[in-house]
């Protein structure tokens, strides 16, 4: 079992930065890929960002390529999210997710998620 927990949301106007934390639970983080999503009201859950087990490799949705960026720290139990020149159209809920998957970008594929934090990016 793995419980995932995120912070770092708010409030935060165009162009601004928010770093985005999800700290797990259980001794076998470092085997599971790590993902961000976030749904915005009324829209579908929508792929960010994924980080292997490794974190030697990084993917992302065309959306946010460039402005944001997905870590880990396996010795911490966490990734990150780092999100840069945020824009009003990022406003969603983020989740992060584990799974043992190498599929990029289906939901479906992860097993266990947080509880979600709220980013608000005002124009």
């Known amino acids: 079992q793995v419980q995932l927990v995120e912070s770092g949301g708010g409030l935060v106007q165009a162009g601004g930065s928010l770093r985005l934390s999800c700290a797990a639970s259980g001794r076998t983080f470092n085997s599971y890929t790590m993902g961000w999503f976030r749904q915005a009201p009324g829209k579908e859950r929508e792929f960010v960002a994924h980080t292997p087990w490794s974190g030697s490799s990084t993917y992302y949705a065309d959306s946010v390529k460039g402005r944001f960026t997905i870590s880990r720290d396996n010795a911490k139990n966490t990734v990150y999210l780092q999100m840069n020149s945020l824009k009003p159209e990022d406003t969603a809920v983020y989740y992060c997710?584990?799974?043992?998957?190498?599929?990029?970008?289906?939901?479906?594929?992860?097993?266990?998620w947080g509880q979600g934090t709220q980013v608000t990016v005002s124009s």
């Open positions: 997710a584990a799974g043992r998957t190498r599929v990029i970008g289906n939901p479906n594929r992860y097993d266990y």
